[in-house]
């Protein structure tokens, strides 16, 4: 099994910026997709963005699109998400998870899950 570990959620103002990150160990595969999820409460876990483990395919919810930036620091076997021009609706508790290929983007292929961190926007 591959453990995920996210980090520097906060609380932060409306336009502020975050970056999140993902920290992987254990066997993960060049085909894997890292996805980042959010969930708030009474809601169900919802798409944020996915990078191939390996090359420089990215995805991104239409949501983000243009706000938020997903990277990999391939010596550290970390995911980031950069994430600016943050808003209220992005108030929620941000995971990471893993799949075996970046063929679909709900949450139900992904596993893994790192035990997530909190993202805080007020308004």
């Known amino acids: 099994q591959v453990q995920l570990v996210e980090s520097g959620g906060g609380l932060v103002q409306t336009g502020g910026s975050l970056r999140l990150s993902c920290l992987a160990s254990?066997?993960?595969?060049?085909?894997?997709?890292l996805g980042w999820f959010r969930q708030a409460p009474g809601k169900e876990r919802e798409f944020v963005a996915a990078i191939r483990w390996s090359g420089s395919t990215t995805y991104y919810a239409d949501s983000v699109k243009g706000r938020f930036t997903i990277s990999r620091d391939n010596a550290k076997n970390t995911a980031l998400l950069q994430m600016d021009s943050l808003k209220p609706e992005d108030t929620a508790v941000y995971y990471c998870?893993?799949?075996?290929?970046?063929?679909?983007?709900?949450?139900?292929?992904?596993?893994?899950w790192g035990q997530g961190t909190q993202v805080t926007v007020s308004s």
């Open positions: 254990g066997r993960t595969y060049d085909s894997n997709c």
């Open positions: 998870g893993l799949a075996n290929y970046c063929t679909s983007f709900y949450y139900t292929m992904y596993r893994d």
